[in-house]
């Protein structure tokens, strides 16, 4: 089967730092992105990753570990336009892109 | 022009209307993406097409069918439509479908309500 996991929801204060993790189970794995989300808008790109290690790119960091399935996205120096759901998503081996069911991130002032 | 348009931006119909839903991108990608969304749910995809040709259906019932007229445009014709397929449709396109050439570029979408 197919899994993705990341958590339902996640607050957090401006200025603070934040941790989105997501596990994965797919059959095979051609690299993992991350979008954002906006309430009422389409998805945006934030990240990819295909090999182990940690991408940074501005606030954002994304981090995979293949071994262990699992890769986590790191949003330092809170905004408040950063709420938002952040969805996980896999491309498997047939190069078909399975998404997580998305974090809702809410940050306080 | 790294844009994905669709039309119409909401739309209305009965449940023994025809309509389409239409997509369109400028960027060269060879690959596009239809999409399902209910509210705070993931999007759920629909099909793929690779090159203009379908690679994927996702077990999408009949009264749903895609159309890629050409590389830069991709419809979605509705027929017979049951009110719990409202939600929003989104359409994405990318580069391919491999590695990071599946960064996919999503449009606004179509708020669709089916009466």
């Known amino acids: 089967g197919q899994n993705i996991d990341q958590p339902t929801e996640m607050t957090a204060t401006e200025g603070a730092i934040v941790q989105i993790n997501c596990t994965y189970q797919t059959s095979g794995f051609n690299g993992l992105f991350w979008y954002q989300q906006h309430a009422g808008e389409a998805p945006t790109f934030l990240s990819y990753?295909?090999?182990?290690g940690l991408e940074e790119k501005g606030r954002f960091s994304s981090f995979l570990s293949r071994s262990k399935g699992y890769s986590y996205l790191l949003l330092k120096e809170l905004q408040m336009k950063d709420s938002a759901s952040y969805l996980c998503a896999v491309l498997n081996r047939d190069d078909k892109i399975i998404f997580g069911k998305g974090t809702r991130l809410h940050i306080l002032p | 022009d790294t844009e994905v348009t669709q039309t119409p931006k909401h739309l209305v119909m009965g449940m023994t209307n025809k309509k389409s839903l239409k997509c369109e991108q400028h960027m060269g990608h060879r690959a596009m993406y239809w999409y399902k969304q209910k509210a705070k749910k993931p999007p759920e995809l629909m099909f793929v097409?690779?090159?203009?040709?379908?690679?994927i259906n996702e077990s999408v019932p009949s009264r749903f069918s895609p159309e890629c007229p050409n590389s830069s445009l991709l419809n979605l014709h509705l027929h017979a439509l049951q009110p719990e397929d409202s939600a929003l449709y989104l359409c994405?396109?990318?580069?391919?479908?491999?590695?990071?050439?599946?960064?996919?570029?999503f449009g606004p979408g179509t708020r669709l309500t089916v009466l």
């Open positions: 994405a396109s990318s580069q391919d479908r491999s590695g990071t050439g599946n960064e996919q570029f």
């Open positions: 097409y690779s090159y203009e040709k379908l690679s």
């Open positions: 990753n295909v090999l182990d």
